[in-house]
């Protein structure tokens, strides 16, 4: 990103570069308040920031998910800091305590990333800081790989007693089919519409997520990554799924009329209302207290990928069919699957070269 900052009087004017649209390169000013190197604190520094370029440049989920960071991981830790005064030391202490606390590498990133991209601004263009406290900063080498109770992942009967809870006349048993055969996020299992989906070749293409906005309010935006935008083979089972779907909607359309909510959406209520990731949460907490099944969100994703793994497809193929921008993250994630299929390896030499015996 190309900036600039400048002081006139007691205030400083910024200006950066926002991405390219139509070939036009837009260019933004904003102005903030004089900072005193000697007097503002971490906090006063990250509020700042936040409002004058994450508000500015950010999607509505990333602010949000900042936002939580921000406010939960790093104020209560240095907020009360000079800005000025912060060191790669304290910075190192506050992420070493992070994973003293159990958390994952991937959230150990997440916090860094919001800690680098800050204070990178606050000494270039800002130029509030002499020298980013972050550069010499490392998250520690994890020492334990995921546990399989984090993933929550269910087993095939729990499943079945899922769908008979919600069978094919719930509003949400289509969202749960979507999850268990593709491995889809929960954002993206919402997202669909008929004409992201090709009934004939039995594919769905991946092309949005829904996105919860503030107030109840949800729209599409773009998929988590660029490798989350794929496309996703479905077999024989979940295509007639679809189809029975797309002709009970119909019905269904014309069933309420003038009243049904015509929104083109894949999963939706009978009243033609597009579910969204709340949705998710519902069927959650109806599956964790009446069913007492340990379920989240994600448990059919890491279900169906475990299931693959299990069945000795490619770990690449199931990295694209995730959308994971890396195999590792893949491996990494069920590694208590990759090491049952080590051993199963080792059993299976061994049966070659007896053979040969």
Same mark, same amino acid.
């Given at each position: 990103?190309?900036?600039?900052?400048?002081?006139?009087?007691?205030?400083?004017?910024?200006?950066?570069?926002?991405?390219?649209?139509?070939?036009?390169?837009?260019? !933004?000013?904003?102005?903030?308040?004089?900072?005193?190197?000697?007097?503002?604190?971490?906090?006063?520094?990250?509020?700042?920031?936040?409002?004058?370029?994450?508000?500015?440049?950010?999607?509505?989920?990333?602010?949000?998910?900042?936002?939580?960071?921000?406010?939960?991981?790093?104020?209560?830790?240095?907020?009360?800091?000079?800005?000025?005064?912060?060191?790669?030391?304290?910075?190192?202490?506050?992420?070493?305590?992070?994973?003293?606390?159990?958390?994952?590498?991937?959230?150990?990133?997440?916090? #860094?990333?919001?800690?680098?991209?800050?204070?990178?601004?606050?000494?270039?263009?800002?130029?509030?800081?002499?020298?980013?406290?972050?550069?010499?900063?490392?998250?520690?080498? #994890?020492?334990?790989?995921?546990?399989?109770?984090?993933?929550?992942?269910?087993?095939?009967?729990?499943?079945?007693?899922?769908?008979?809870?919600?069978?094919?006349?719930?509003?949400?048993?289509?969202?749960?089919?979507?999850?268990?055969?593709?491995?889809?996020?929960?954002?993206?299992?919402?997202?669909?519409?008929?004409?992201?989906?090709?009934?004939?070749?039995?594919?769905?293409?991946?092309?949005?997520?829904?996105?919860?906005?503030?107030?109840?309010?949800?729209?599409?935006?773009?998929?988590?990554?660029?490798?989350?935008?794929?496309?996703?083979?479905?077999?024989?089972?979940?295509?007639?799924?679809?189809?029975?779907?797309? !002709?009970?909607?119909?019905?269904?359309?014309?069933?309420?009329?003038?009243?049904?909510?015509?929104?083109?959406?894949?999963?939706?209520?009978?009243?033609?209302?597009?579910?969204?990731?709340?949705?998710?949460?519902?069927?959650?907490?109806?599956?964790?207290?009446?069913?007492?099944?340990?379920?989240?969100?994600?448990?059919?994703?890491?279900?169906?990928?475990?299931?693959?793994?299990?069945?000795?497809?490619?770990?690449?193929?199931?990295?694209?069919?995730?959308?994971?921008?890396?195999?590792?993250?893949?491996?990494?994630?069920?590694?208590?699957?990759?090491?049952? #299929?080590?051993?199963?390896?080792?059993?299976?030499?061994?049966? !070659?070269?007896?053979?040969?015996?």
């Amino acid at each position: 990103m190309n900036g600039s900052v400048r002081r006139r009087g007691e205030k400083w004017y910024y200006s950066f570069d926002l991405a390219q649209v139509g070939g036009n390169r837009k260019r !933004i000013e904003r102005v903030g308040q004089l900072f005193s190197e000697s007097e503002t604190s971490v906090s006063d520094y990250l509020d700042y920031w936040m409002e004058n370029y994450v508000h500015v440049s950010l999607r509505h989920n990333t602010i949000m998910y900042y936002t939580t960071i921000i406010n939960k991981h790093i104020k209560p830790h240095i907020g009360k800091y000079r800005l000025s005064s912060i060191t790669p030391g304290i910075i190192q202490g506050l992420i070493n305590d992070k994973y003293s606390e159990g958390y994952s590498k991937s959230s150990l990133s997440n916090f #860094m990333g919001v800690l680098t991209k800050s204070f990178s601004l606050a000494e270039y263009p800002y130029q509030f800081i002499k020298q980013d406290p972050t550069r010499l900063v490392k998250i520690p080498k #994890m020492t334990q790989l995921p546990k399989v109770n984090d993933l929550k992942i269910i087993s095939l009967e729990d499943y079945s007693r899922i769908i008979e809870r919600f069978p094919t006349s719930s509003n949400y048993n289509l969202a749960l089919q979507i999850a268990f055969h593709t491995g889809m996020r929960g954002g993206e299992v919402c997202a669909p519409e008929w004409e992201n989906i090709d009934l004939i070749s039995g594919v769905i293409w991946v092309r949005h997520t829904l996105i919860n906005k503030a107030n109840g309010i949800t729209e599409l935006g773009p998929p988590k990554t660029s490798s989350s935008n794929r496309d996703i083979k479905i077999g024989t089972e979940l295509s007639t799924i679809l189809k029975q779907a797309n !002709i009970m909607q119909k019905r269904n359309r014309l069933k309420y009329g003038q009243y049904y909510i015509d929104s083109n959406r894949v999963c939706v209520k009978e009243s033609g209302e597009p579910l969204t990731t709340n949705s998710f949460k519902y069927l959650s907490r109806v599956i964790n207290h009446e069913l007492h099944i340990d379920f989240h969100s994600h448990s059919l994703r890491h279900t169906h990928a475990t299931l693959l793994l299990e069945a000795n497809i490619n770990p690449k193929v199931i990295q694209e069919r995730l959308g994971h921008s890396k195999i590792a993250t893949t491996l990494d994630t069920y590694a208590h699957v990759t090491k049952k #299929m080590e051993s199963t390896a080792a059993l299976a030499i061994d049966s !070659i070269a007896s053979s040969l015996m």
